[in-house]
């Protein structure tokens, strides 16, 4: 099948699961040829995150702390609700 009619095609039967599954839109072809053109992955995001994590003082222990503490209130707010 062409891509033209995978993203025009509706799926109306069951998944795997049982459930049954939504209809798809049709993608205007410009979008899906700008999906289609854009990279899995950006050079130069993958660069600074290979930067970022050979520093040793990243993240700053007072970005570390507020992430500890964002967690521990979310654990505790889901534990509540049992």
């Known amino acids: 099948m062409d891509k033209e009619l995978q993203n025009n095609h509706l799926s ?13 839109r049709a993608v205007p072809a ?7 053109a854009t ?3 950006r050079a130069n995001v993958v660069a600074r995150a290979s ?6 003082g990243y993240p700053t222990d007072e970005v570390l702390g507020l992430i500890a503490q964002l967690l ?4 505790e707010k889901n534990s509540m609700s049992f």
């Open 51 to 56: 930067q970022l994590v050979r520093d040793p």
């Open 39 to 41: 990279p899995e992955s």
């Open 72 to 75: 521990a209130t979310r654990i």
């Open 12 to 24: 109306q039967g069951p998944c795997r699961n049982g459930r049954s599954r939504r209809r798809r």
């Open 30 to 36: 410009d979008l899906q040829q700008a999906l289609e």
